[in-house]
């Protein structure tokens, strides 16, 4: 079980959030085609640190923007998202 | 190196002939190679085979970073069918099943394939119309396929628990009878085995770090034992794509998720053909030595970590004993997980890149073990022939420019639900 650094609630089990994915800005509406390919297909998929988003659903109900290592699966730096999703 | 045979085996019984040594040794790559390839699983060592056998082109080298077979080809749940629905997969993966009974032969080499059958089971109306387009349009590709009731179900795997009043609902099934299973790391070892016999050098141990570039064009491959020069690279990584396409300056649609299995210990014959479950995804064989083995889908975050959450086995599992309820009482021996390449439409991308000399295989999820023996022979044509082999062609990278995406689950451009 994950343990994940909730801004409001503080450090709450992975059981009550759902996964958002990964934190990717999308394109303004009048970009090019080349650029709402990157947003839609293109994925970091590093092996290391990357930003996220999980929503705690099952606690204060509000997105969160948090950074995972996804070898060791270490959660820290939870933050509120700059744009509400 | 020996040609196995009757003869061959009782004689090695018998004492009498030369003992049976080690395969082939430790190779030190040379200074420069025709084509590297990139990768020492299943796939790459398919590529290998086929590149010298059927196009002549045998200076090679396979550059694998663990070894042969140590990544998804060692992992999976060993299945091999063809039930797709899209044309495209369709041809695809109905050509990789007919490649599969004759491969033991093929390589000299028993790869143990058993086409015991495959069985998918529909839980509700909804999916059972799924199952039924889906066994129509594999027909009309000449794919075995059929639609079975429930009643006809008990006959073919009277241990299901399907009624008379069943713990989950079981609307019918998909039967494929040509497909089945195969013993994974003999298909591995059989490939690398065959293809070192043709004169293709198997480096294990050596990680490549880097691709040199020229003009847009490879012309090396840095690895952790030196500088490889080479005009043509195939990477076949599985789980490590994205990291090798990006060493060429290339942006993948491709998340790397673990996935699990699990086996328990060794039960009497009790399931016949591989079955497949879809109230949330659990499926189950039995191996020769009668382990139960079973998976499910991918872990829910991108990982590289070759493990999975404990909780997952658990849900998994407690789908399976609604199916088979004597397992509850069965002992689980091991669990083990693997790094999937997952695409942003759940298909593969096989073909050449924007770079020059630069193929790619990869984004096969979880799925692309029934795949080796197709994706090295289609590769191999593309790469000594300059022509992409037809049956490849929806497969291509640039699937994701023109918009011709191959989404078999209907989920859109999300990597994680596919
Ligand atoms: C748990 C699990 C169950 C599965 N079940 C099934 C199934 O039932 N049926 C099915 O069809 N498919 C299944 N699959 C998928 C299947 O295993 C893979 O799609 C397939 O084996 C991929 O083969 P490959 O040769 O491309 O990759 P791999 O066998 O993973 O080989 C890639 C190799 O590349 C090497 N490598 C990586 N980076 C480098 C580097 N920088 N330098 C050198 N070498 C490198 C790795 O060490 C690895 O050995 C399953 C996968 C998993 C994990
Ligand atoms: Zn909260």
Redesign the interface.
């Known amino acids: ?1 994950l343990i994940i650094p909730c801004p409001w609630c503080g450090e709450r089990d992975e059981s009550e959030f759902s ?1 958002g ?2 934190a990717r800005p999308l394109p303004s509406l009048d970009a090019d085609a080349a650029a709402w ?2 947003a ?4 970091d ?1 590093p ?1 290391g640190w ?1 930003e ?1 988003l999980w929503f705690h659903g099952f606690g204060c109900r509000q997105w969160v923007v948090v950074r ?1 290592h ?4 270490k959660i820290v730096d939870g933050r509120p998202p700059e744009n509400p999703s | 190196m020996a040609h196995y045979s009757f003869l061959h085996l009782t004689a090695a019984a018998l004492g009498l002939g030369p003992r049976s040594g080690p395969v082939f040794g430790g190779a030190v790559p040379r200074r420069r190679y025709d084509v590297a390839i990139i990768g020492g699983g299943g796939h790459g060592l398919a590529t290998a085979h086929y590149l010298a056998r059927e196009h002549g082109v045998s200076d090679i080298v396979v550059i694998e970073k663990g070894w042969l077979g140590g990544g998804n080809t060692g992992r999976n749940t060993t299945i091999v069918r063809a039930d797709y629905l899209l044309p495209g997969n369709l041809e695809f993966f109905g050509h990789a099943l007919s490649m599969w009974p004759d491969l033991s032969r093929d390589l000299n080499f028993n790869v143990m394939f058993s086409p015991r059958g495959y069985l998918d089971l529909a839980h509700s109306d909804a999916q059972l119309d799924l199952f039924i387009r889906r066994a129509n349009m594999l027909s009309l590709k000449g794919i075995q396929a059929r639609i079975v009731d429930p009643q006809t179900l008990r006959d073919l795997e009277p241990a299901l628990d399907i009624g008379p009043k069943p713990p989950v609902p079981v609307l019918g099934g998909l039967v494929q009878a040509g497909a089945g299973t195969a013993r994974h790391d003999a298909v591995a070892w059989g490939y690398a085995r065959s293809a070192h016999r043709q004169g293709v050098d198997i480096v294990q141990n050596c990680e490549v770090t880097g691709l040199k570039l020229e003009h847009e064009h490879i012309v090396g491959v840095e690895t952790s034992r030196g500088m490889i020069e080479t005009d043509t690279v195939v990477v076949s990584v599985a789980g490590h794509s994205s990291r090798l396409a990006a060493m060429a300056g290339i942006d993948l649609p491709i998340e790397t998720y673990a996935v699990q299995a699990f086996v328990s210990e060794p039960l009497k014959p009790v399931l016949n053909r591989v079955t497949n479950m879809n109230i949330g995804l659990a499926y189950v064989s039995q191996t020769d030595k009668g382990e139960i083995v079973m998976g499910g889908s991918l872990e829910p975050l991108a990982s590289y970590a070759q493990r999975g959450s404990v909780v997952r086995i658990g849900e998994t599992a407690s789908r399976l004993v609604h199916l088979l309820p004597f397992l509850s009482r069965v002992r689980l021996m091991r669990a083990w997980g693997g790094i999937a390449d997952v695409t942003a439409d759940g298909s593969a991308i096989v073909g050449p890149t924007p770079v020059g000399g630069l193929y790619l295989n990869a984004g096969w999820g979880y799925s692309g073990f029934k795949a080796t023996p197709a994706a090295g022979w289609c590769l191999a044509h593309t790469v000594a022939t300059g022509e992409v082999h037809p049956l490849i062609r929806p497969l291509g990278l640039e699937r994701f420019t023109t918009g011709a995406l191959l989404d078999e689950g209907g989920a859109g451009p999300y990597t994680w639900l596919h």
């Open positions: 079980m996964y994915g990964p390919r990157r839609l297909y293109s994925c998929n092996m990357r996220e995972r996804t070898v060791s699966q």
